[in-house]
């Protein structure tokens, strides 16, 4: 923009130089008139480049004054969204986790975190949340590795083989 500006005003008073030399000559050729249409036509260009790029400017301002003005900003309501989605997941994963623990008999202090458990998991925050894992598609190793970090905090750290 500041290049497109310097180069304007070169030309603006290259322009006004030559105009400057040649009207004596403009003069003679055709009386005690002196057409400024070679002027015209050569600042014409970019006196609409100038114009065009307040006009860009103005409607992007306006833009962003509008968005402003409104409260409109998609990035952070999508931010909200994935933030609600991930806490509903990490709910529903805390929610099976403490089913799962209170489930186990007080005698026995540990169980099969493998197969039927972590199963029993991954089934109750599919049934729980299935919007968070339409949005996420976490894989079955990542629900596990969830799963297990949850136990892992669980205040009875009930986790077999760890």
Not at 28 to 42: A, F, K
Not at 77 to 95: C, G, K, Q, Y
Request: net charge neutral; charged share 20%.
């Amino acid at each position: 923009m500041l290049r497109r500006a310097c180069s304007f005003l070169a030309a603006l008073a290259l322009t006004a130089l030559v105009f400057a030399w040649a009207s004596p000559a403009f003069a003679q050729d055709t009386g005690s008139r002196v057409s400024l249409w070679p002027l015209v036509d050569m600042v014409m260009p970019y006196v609409v480049d100038f114009g065009l790029t307040a006009m860009f400017g103005v409607a992007f301002w306006l833009a962003a004054a509008f968005k402003k003005k409104l409260g409109i900003d998609a990035e952070a309501s999508l931010r909200v969204i994935e933030a609600t989605h991930r806490d509903a997941l990490h709910s529903a994963i805390a929610s099976a986790v403490a089913a799962l623990v209170a489930k186990v008999p007080p005698d026995k202090l540990s169980f099969d975190v493998g197969s039927a458990d972590l199963a029993e998991v991954a089934r109750y925050v599919r049934d729980s949340v299935p919007e968070a894992l339409a949005h996420f598609k976490p894989g079955d190793g990542l629900l596990s590795n969830l799963a297990k970090s949850k136990l892992s905090e669980h205040p009875l750290k009930l986790l077999a083989g760890e």
